[in-house]
């Protein structure tokens, strides 16, 4: 299957950035160095292309009772302007994605929401969406606009006064997960001030065709898929896909340590399931970790107790650039999830002693 | 983008580099090789007086975001090994031909290192 390519893969090219597949995009990964790019977002500001998330846009009458049934968190929460971060998940309560929802302004006086799946996920969110809409005899209208938005995420501690300077908008006003439109370099988008690098910052939806115009409006370090992981391992945030996987490996928002995502008072698929787990507690669950010996943990290394016995699996690991030591997700029994707890990273066929951190590993917003 | 290719040295195709000093072997990696991986964060490789052997693998380097194995020029023993490289992998990076060598061999076999790749042929690979 060809990949799917960014509108701007031909200037990201120029640049000399290196590129990678992921979700089924080629994205790119390194424009000059991972390590200096993640420094430009925790000292200063960068900007990331980020259109491989998806963009499906619901609305109708009943466009926040199907937000609300297909996502666990609480929608009906939601005024215009705001946004959440939410998972999806299936009858059993597995993540099946996460996402951020945003509450759009009417549309027709009609209550209308965007929500931006993982890479990769769009198209069967947005088949979910219009299967369950049909089968609840719902009036709302799914529109997955994927190919239509270029999506750029500005981030870091200059990056609310860089975004004001280039929007014509009063976008240092708004508050985090406050969303609405504004202009910048003539064409209107979407800002949200959100994103995934535990920094400040704004996220902003553009159209696909006007994507170049408002890139080169922003003078900043551009950062890559690279940094990108490094960034939100440090500040705890997850990877679809990596930190939980509806086949390989499947887990409740509890296990994944966002069931703060979580509304049972609402009604969505898998809230009976979740109801027990809450109620039960988990087997397992996400934990940091730090290793202490030399090496790099990495997606797959078994993790093991100090008598050797493989007890979990790391989901997510990097050599932090911010903090020059080895650190990464792991799920472990909750017997062994206590920060502090010491554990066992086998690398390569080596044994390496780490230990149990809390999350996130650094300061976020 | 073009690389350096010193043509003091002999090359792998997996991107070692080869310098036959007095007595031993000395081995890195490219800077093309650097510049594919990225920032180095880390080094593994055999002690002093370990075995290895040509054209296997004998330590690793990780880059943020990649792991790659290691493959030995020629076969020997270990005579000498990079420690600066424990605390400062980076010297991979910033210079992969001088300061950012691995390892030393003693090689068993003097006459191995004229198969592997000129400077000339090794270029032409990466090209």
């Given at each position: 299957?060809?990949?799917?390519?960014?509108?701007?893969?031909?200037?990201?090219?120029?640049?000399?950035?290196?590129?990678?597949?992921?979700?089924?995009?080629?994205?790119?990964?390194?424009?000059?160095?991972?390590?200096?790019?993640?420094?430009?977002?925790?000292?200063?500001?960068?900007?990331?292309?980020?259109?491989?998330?998806?963009?499906?846009?619901?609305?109708?009458?009943?466009?926040?009772?199907?937000?609300?049934?297909?996502?666990?968190?609480?929608?009906?929460?939601?005024?215009?302007?705001?946004?959440?971060?939410?998972?999806?998940?299936?009858?059993?309560?597995?993540?099946?994605?996460?996402?951020?929802?945003?509450?759009?302004?009417?549309?027709?006086?009609?209550?209308?929401?965007?929500?931006?799946?993982?890479?990769?996920?769009?198209?069967?969110?947005?088949?979910?969406?219009?299967?369950?809409?049909?089968?609840?005899?719902?009036?709302?209208?799914?529109?997955?606009?994927?190919?239509?938005?270029?999506?750029?995420?500005?981030?870091?501690?200059?990056?609310?006064?860089?975004?004001?300077?280039?929007?014509?908008?009063?976008?240092?006003?708004?508050?985090?997960?406050?969303?609405?439109?504004?202009?910048?370099?003539?064409?209107?988008?979407?800002?949200?001030?959100?994103?995934?690098?535990?920094?400040?910052?704004?996220?902003?939806?553009?159209?696909?065709?006007?994507?170049?115009?408002?890139?080169?409006?922003?003078?900043?370090?551009?950062?890559?898929?690279?940094?990108?992981?490094?960034?939100?391992?440090?500040?705890?945030?997850?990877?679809?896909?990596?930190?939980?996987?509806?086949?390989?490996?499947?887990?409740?928002?509890?296990?994944?340590?966002?069931?703060?995502?979580?509304?049972?008072?609402?009604?969505?698929?898998?809230?009976?399931?979740?109801?027990?787990?809450?109620?039960?507690?988990?087997?397992?669950?996400?934990?940091?970790?730090?290793?202490?010996?030399?090496?790099?943990?990495?997606?797959?290394?078994?993790?093991?107790?100090?008598?050797?016995?493989?007890?979990?699996?790391?989901?997510?690991?990097?050599?932090?650039?911010?903090?020059?030591?080895?650190?990464?997700?792991?799920?472990?029994?909750?017997?062994?999830?206590?920060?502090?707890?010491?554990?066992?990273?086998?690398?390569?066929?080596?044994?390496?002693?780490?230990?149990?951190?809390?999350?996130?590993?650094?300061?976020?917003? | 983008?073009s690389f350096d290719v010193p043509e003091d040295r002999r090359y792998l195709e997996s991107h070692e580099w080869a310098l036959e000093t007095e007595s031993t072997v000395r081995v890195g990696i490219s800077e093309f090789a650097q510049d594919e991986l990225?920032?180095?964060?880390?080094v593994?490789f055999p002690?002093?007086?370990?075995g290895v052997t040509g054209e296997e693998a004998f330590g690793?380097v990780?880059?943020?975001?990649?792991?790659s194995d290691l493959y030995a020029p020629v076969s020997g023993e270990v005579v000498a090994v990079n420690?600066?490289?424990?605390?400062?992998?980076?010297l991979v990076?910033?210079d992969p031909f001088g300061d950012g060598w691995m390892i030393e061999i003693d090689p068993d076999d003097g006459s191995e290192l004229e198969g592997l790749l000129s400077a000339e042929e090794y270029e032409a690979q990466i090209v």
């Open positions: 299957m060809p990949l799917e390519t960014p509108p701007l893969r031909g200037l990201h090219d120029e640049y000399g950035a290196k590129f990678t597949e992921f979700g089924g995009w080629d994205m790119p990964v390194e424009f000059d160095s991972i390590r200096e790019e993640h420094e430009a977002v925790r000292e200063g500001v960068g900007i990331f292309d980020v259109s491989h998330m998806g963009q499906i846009h619901v609305t109708g009458p009943d466009a926040t009772t199907l937000m609300n049934r297909l996502t666990t968190n609480d929608v009906g929460r939601l005024e215009v302007g705001d946004s959440q971060y939410a998972a999806i998940t299936d009858e059993e309560g597995i993540v099946l994605d996460d996402t951020i929802v945003y509450r759009l302004p009417d549309h027709q006086e009609q209550p209308t929401y965007l929500f931006v799946p993982n890479a990769g996920n769009d198209e069967w969110t947005h088949e979910r969406w219009v299967e369950h809409k049909n089968e609840w005899g719902l009036e709302a209208t799914v529109d997955n606009r994927t190919d239509e938005y270029a999506m750029f995420a500005l981030q870091g501690p200059e990056a609310v006064s860089l975004a004001a300077d280039v929007a014509e908008a009063g976008l240092s006003d708004r508050r985090r997960f406050e969303s609405g439109h504004t202009t910048v370099a003539g064409v209107e988008c979407l800002a949200a001030r959100t994103g995934y690098t535990g920094e400040d910052g704004f996220e902003f939806l553009v159209p696909w065709d006007a994507a170049e115009t408002v890139w080169s409006a922003v003078d900043c370090q551009p950062c890559g898929l690279g940094a990108r992981d490094t960034l939100r391992i440090e500040a705890g945030l997850l990877l679809a896909g990596q930190d939980f996987d509806p086949e390989d490996d499947p887990r409740t928002p509890y296990e994944a340590g966002i069931g703060f995502v979580v509304s049972l008072e609402t009604e969505f698929v898998g809230r009976d399931a979740l109801e027990r787990v809450d109620a039960e507690g988990v087997e397992e669950r996400l934990v940091g970790i730090q290793l202490i010996d030399r090496g790099v943990p990495r997606h797959g290394y078994d993790v093991t107790n100090a008598d050797g016995r493989v007890i979990g699996t790391v989901t997510s690991g990097t050599m932090s650039p911010t903090l020059g030591k080895p650190i990464g997700f792991a799920y472990v029994p909750v017997e062994y999830a206590e920060p502090g707890t010491t554990l066992r990273v086998v690398v390569r066929g080596q044994s390496k002693k780490a230990r149990v951190e809390t999350i996130p590993f650094i300061e976020t917003v | 983008m990225g920032d180095v964060v880390f593994e002690e002093v007086g370990q690793v990780e880059s943020i975001k990649a792991v420690d600066d490289l424990h605390d400062a992998p980076e990076n910033d």
